[in-house]
């Protein structure tokens, strides 16, 4: 299921085809409805609220940037976040819970429930683009999403190797970097 | 058939799948500080942590099924030898490292197919527990893959034990394979996953990958089944012990 956005080539004003600037990558149809369900929530304020939600082991993301968080409802004089687990066994995911009530706690909000839900299954392409450069920056070479090539965080080579298919959490794998010798993590796609 | 008989059934099946994930998880999570190299201890307790996730889910479903005081620890922790339904190869003590990954591959190549299928489950929340699946098994076929590949083609010694590890699981696939009555019921309804129907395709597989890997196909002389009826071999009751002993000296213990 892929929403075309605008994934197919534009003609520029001037008749050519412009392929690479002009054209932004597909969204999965469940990441479109989950952005646009923040988009055109009546209560802004309760999605900017949970934006200091980090995930505990990479922090310099938040739960929404990460495809995480899914809906916010109020209901009753309680708010329901709905979110949805990275892996299965992810234990940042009972964390994030705690931190959700807390932040809506410290916001006003002391009566909050979190559903989670299983499907559609998280994927690696709801990971917001900015989240993507911030990855980069804190030293995690970031999913990618048009294609699989992945460049060392550090000094940007594509000299890398993959040493396991795991890392220090769940979603990583191990890499190291050819020509800084710098080992990484990369954000497993899946 | 009563609605409450039906989701009682479900409740058994769903409890079933949660034992092979949870045994199968703490046999790997045995590996913790003991993988023959860093990245390989990394990855063999990341896919236990898999294992364990998958086994929460399933018994989280039970619980609410249940609907009274039951949660996903009461099925882990205070259940004995005999409540545990798990198929019995997860049981097994891992073994050396050609054992270990011997197992996982013949299982990961099975729940694959498995979780694939269970996708279709016409129980919703069956079929999200095996979407998540999917994509972990597909990472984990990939890697004990690659290891039947290293250690059946590499070293005389790794392809020895490999080839022995192989000989001790086979017996044990038979039991994976076989649907008693809960089962079939339940896959003629389009809720369970038919796994005899899973034989052909994992066998076609299994035989490619031990082709490649210069391993010999085991004999089909003997066979050991009962995991599912909670009759279990010496080695459960032992892992138990191991796993269950804080929640018993302590019940009710949380951190």
Known sequence: MIYNLCSAPTRARNGSLNNAADTIAALPLEEYQRRMRRADSAQPELWALLDVVKDPEIPVISIWELGVLQDIEQREGSVIVTITPTY????????????????????????????????????????????????RNYGIAPPGQACDEVSCPQCGSQNVRRVSEFGSTACKALYQCGDCAEPFDRFKPI | ??????????????????????????????????????????????????????????????????????????????????????????????????????????MDEYSLMFMERLCDSSDETLAAVAAKSVKESRYHLRRSRDWMLRLGDGTQESHKRLQKALGDLWGYMPEVFELDDLEQGLADQGIAVDSAALKGGWEKAVRATFSEATIDVPADDWSVRGGRQGMHTEYLGHMLSDLQFVQRAYPGQEW
């Open chain 1, 88 to 135: 299965s066994g992810c234990p940042a995911m009972s964390v994030i819970a705690e931190d959700v009530v807390s932040a809506l706690g410290e916001g006003g909000y002391p009566n909050s429930e979190i559903v989670t839900r299983l499907s559609p299954a998280w994927s690696t392409s709801w990971i917001v683009e900015e989240a993507q450069e911030a990855l």
């Open chain 2, 1 to 106: 058939m009563t609605d409450n008989n039906a989701k009682e059934i479900i409740k058994q099946y769903a409890i079933r799948l949660g034992d092979d994930a949870l045994v199968q998880g703490h046999r790997l999570s045995e590996w913790c500080r003991n993988g023959p190299f860093l990245e390989e201890d990394l990855a063999l307790t990341n896919v236990a942590l898999d294992f364990i996730g998958r086994a929460r889910m399933f018994y989280s479903y039970a619980a609410d099924i249940d609907g009274g005081d039951y949660s996903e620890d009461s099925y882990a922790y205070q259940r004995d030898c005999r409540d545990f339904t798990n198929l019995l190869i997860h049981e097994l003590p891992g073994g050396d490292f050609a054992f270990t990954m011997a197992r996982q591959y013949l």
